[in-house]
């Protein structure tokens, strides 16, 4: 029997949207690569990689994914591994995740292209092997503000329902951001093009999503809101350094 590692090294981010909120800047480049204090966004989710013990990225790319691939090459200057499964036709998040399926470790992190996270990763992981459930989605309390809830979490933690399209009014918590998900999932899900939520579900209907909850808010930049928000909190941080 396979020991199970003491930490996850791998992720998977899913970059391949048009990131259509953030046009016109996003119609000459990736939201990747928009600049924040003068540094692209994937610079400070390397960054963010590195701090949670994470060096291997599997970089899940479409819309002029080229400029990534052309500033951060392999990741080696950058310190970290970076991996490029490209999608030539629209995969939606679950799909870009399964046309990485050769690259996969047995477990792995997985996080959009525009969130930046701030919880201990490494501590969610360790809480998934407490919990002997397969899957792991971080969660947030946000109570309907300032977006819906979609996450219903029921008795020791699981998650019983995820629905973004149909909340319901019992719904406290939203998906956080990043998750973990077994490798011997993903092509259990049939389909080429499809959502993150099929894998979400695939796990709830047998009792195996657990809930991780984050007392810190998330930051993510898929709208100018949101990279307003960034900026405060990097402001904030990094000012000092």
Known sequence: MKKCPNKLKQIVIIAGGLATRLQPITETIPKSMVLLKGKPFFEYQIELCKKNGV???IFCGGHLWEQVNNY?????????KIIYSIENEKLDT???VKNAFEHLDDEFFVMYGDSYLTLDWQKAYKFLKK?????LMTTYENNWHPEPSNVLVGGGGYIKEYNKEKPGKEMRFIEYGINIFPKDIIKKIPGKSFPISRYFDFLI?????VSYPSKDRFFEVGCFEGIDG???YFDKTFSSV
């Open 94 to 96: 679950g799909g870009a």
């Open 55 to 57: 060096r291997e990225i």
């Open 72 to 80: 951060f090459g392999n990741g080696e200057k950058f310190g970290v």
């Open 205 to 209: 209907k047998r009792g195996q999503l």
């Open 131 to 135: 919990s002997g459930a397969k899957g």
């Open 230 to 232: 960034c900026l405060k």
